[in-house]
């Protein structure tokens, strides 16, 4: 089991929504905290809901230089990284063809190499000392491809294969992997995507009460805990996940459906 207490902990995506939630327990769990985003005046806000001493790292995931430096520094303060959790993310819903092409290598940037440019900046070191935890961020919609997603939904799948990946080299290492899948979370960035959705993508997020962040958190910080591969927050997602050969085509229709009684471009 990994335990937390006396860890240094490393969170991407940490100045809010699941990173920061994560961060947040992971602190009362007695572990040393670094939190990584983009804004510095967030990050000082983010830190200061934790108390105690937090690293802080203003960087942008897509660039693996400045991030692999961010995280030196972060370690030359801290400590070497012992549990990675990478949750930098983004989500801009819309109608496929409606989408700027930039927005599918923008997705892909964030969510997708994000995630390998911090894994690649620790593991090393967790392979020299032959322990360490390193959990990525999928979601549910990295289980089934969602109306009104195209952009993202195909970054989680890459992320769900990254995770299959990492665990199969890293087993013989003393590595722990897990992979999240998030359903429907409220956070700041679950409110931005609100703001975009098609008509279908709303009707279909209506059947779905968000869970919290906290709750997403206390999940995440359970499967580091367990050594859990895939790591769920609620039974759907974990239903569908182990049997989506024999669940998605009717889930997948029952979504058709839905969609279908809004309309296209209602």
Do not use: W
């Amino acid at each position: 089991m990994t335990k937390l207490a006396g860890a240094h902990v490393i969170v991407t995506g940490g100045s809010e929504g699941i990173g920061l939630a994560t961060a947040q327990l992971a602190a009362r769990r007695g572990a040393t905290v670094s939190l990584i985003a983009r804004r510095p005046d967030v990050l000082a806000e983010a830190a200061a809901s934790i108390g105690g001493p937090v690293g802080t790292a203003a960087a942008d995931v897509t660039d693996a230089a400045a991030l692999a430096t961010a995280i030196d520094g972060l370690v030359a303060a801290q400590g070497p990284c012992d549990v990675l959790v990478c949750c930098a993310g983004y989500a801009l819903p819309g109608y496929f063809d409606d989408l700027p092409v930039e927005e599918f290598d923008r997705h892909m940037q964030v969510n997708y190499l994000g995630a390998v440019h911090a894994v690649r900046a620790v593991l090393p070191s967790m392979r020299a000392r032959r322990r360490g935890h390193v959990i990525v961020t999928s979601s549910t919609a990295g289980i089934i491809g969602v109306f009104g997603y195209g952009a993202y939904s195909p970054t989680k799948f890459a992320i769900r294969g990254l995770a299959e990946v990492l665990r199969a080299e890293t087993v013989g290492d003393g590595i722990g992997v897990g992979v999240v899948y998030p359903p429907d979370t409220k956070t700041p960035g679950f409110d931005r995507e609100n703001r975009t959705k098609p008509p279908e993508t709303v009707a279909l997020s209506g059947t779905i009460t968000p869970i919290s962040a906290e709750r997403m958190a206390e999940r995440i910080v359970a499967g580091i805990e367990r050594n859990r591969f895939q790591i769920f927050a609620d039974p759907t997602s974990a239903i569908l996940a182990r049997t989506s050969g024999l669940v998605g085509p009717l889930l997948r229709r029952q979504l058709d459906r839905t969609a279908g009684r809004v309309g296209r471009r209602a």
